[in-house]
């Protein structure tokens, strides 16, 4: 087994490490590296080697480690905090293609070549960005609307979906259109192409095209091999790549599209024709003036949970806030943070619920446009 060995690590790469890990067949061993005497090596599948947990080490590995987590589980997460409803009927796929911000007419039912899936958002009038969800065109049979029309399955936070459909059901007026929750379909995470393609709609994560699989399923459960208790991988998945979902990480009204990285997540199309919310959309990207955004951050001291939605972020001049923290889970999180303090690396403090002030480090994903990214 090839070894990444983290020399002396500090107790913050230990818990990111046990915690991202837990339940893979991985070991943590004493060992000498390199000649220093080395207080644990994680033995994985992977050619990596690194010779210092520095802090600098904890920020770069984080990607590395959750990726080569999920790969190791392989286990499938379904996700609870998800549910789905259908949009069916003759005018179901021009009518949501005037609501939502990506394109929907290009998806093929889950099965055929072409895509299957596309991250979309609902905005308000305002441009301001209200509902997040992946939209799915399900495999032929399985529609609960009309089967003689493109029927569609949008699936978004659960608490949030009767709030959704109320609000795309404002724009229906004449349209024939028909929107239907689906009690019995479950979203789920998975790796296995096998485990998608039994699926009633889905496909590869329509965010970040990575290796990892979006499934709607309305009968596949442990007896396939699902492991449900661990929303918490997903979670830890989604923090270390920057991905925020839901209402609790995207404040409905307030969060700006672009700010979210909806054009990096190929949320948005700036190609198709009028949609609600548009206009603001589009002159935000053609101008390219973006003052800020969503990033991924590590938290390098000991301590977990203690960073609250909503706390500033103070630079080192202690002028105005860098930005707000919008989650946290463990050493990862995620913030909206002012690009010229990432430029400039600034020193980044926070104040935890307990009054002590912790530093933490947001980083580019790996995900952003190159071209963009190189210019913080």
């Known amino acids: 087994m090839k070894t990444l060995t983290c020399p002396s690590p500090t107790p913050a790469m230990a818990a990111l490490c046990t915690r991202v890990l837990r339940g893979a067949a991985v070991a943590l ?53 998800r549910a789905v409803f259908a949009v069916g009927g003759r005018d179901a796929e021009k009518w949501l293609q005037g609501l939502l911000s990506n394109n929907v007419l290009n998806l093929t039912p889950h099965g055929e070549q072409g895509a299957t899936s596309a991250y979309a958002f609902a905005f308000n009038p305002q441009g301001r960005l209200l509902y997040d969800s992946v939209v799915y065109r399900p495999k032929a049979g399985a529609e609960r609307i009309d089967g003689d029309h493109a029927e569609f399955w949008l699936d978004c936070d659960a608490e949030a979906m009767p709030e959704f459909i109320a609000h795309l059901k404002k724009f229906k007026l004449r349209a024939k259109v028909k929107l239907e929750p689906l009690s019995d379909a479950q979203v789920w995470s998975s790796k296995d192409a096998d485990f998608a393609a039994n699926g009633e709609a889905g496909g590869p994560d329509p965010r970040v095209r990575k290796t990892v699989h979006r499934v709607i399923s309305c009968g596949q459960d442990e007896d396939q091999g699902a492991k449900v208790d661990d929303t918490e991988l997903y979670t830890l998945w989604r923090y270390s790549l920057g991905i925020a979902e839901g209402p609790a990480e995207l404040p409905p009204g307030k969060a700006l599209p672009l700010e979210c990285n909806g054009d990096f997540l190929h949320g ?30 590590v938290v390098a001291e000991e301590g977990e949970d203690r960073l609250l939605p909503g706390t500033k972020l103070v630079p080192e001049n202690g002028k105005r806030s860098a930005g707000t923290i919008r989650a946290q889970l463990g050493c990862l999180g995620l913030a909206m943070v002012r690009l010229q303090h990432v430029k400039n690396g600034d020193t980044l403090t926070a104040e935890t619920d307990d009054g002590s002030v912790v530093q933490i480090y947001p980083r580019v994903p790996s995900w952003w446009d190159e071209d963009w990214a190189s210019n913080i």
Not at 280 to 292: E, F, P
């Open 29 to 81: 061993t004493p060992a000498r590296v390199r000649g220093v005497s080395s207080s644990a090596v994680l033995a994985v599948d992977k050619d990596t080697s690194v010779s210092s947990c520095t802090t600098k080490l904890l920020r770069g590995l984080v990607d590395d480690l959750l990726d080569l987590s999920t790969e190791l589980q392989q286990h499938h997460c379904r996700l609870d905090h």
């Open 268 to 297: 948005v199309s700036f190609e198709k024709g009028c949609y609600v919310g548009q206009e603001l959309t589009a002159r935000t990207h053609h101008t390219g003036v973006i003052r800020k955004r969503l990033m991924p951050f």
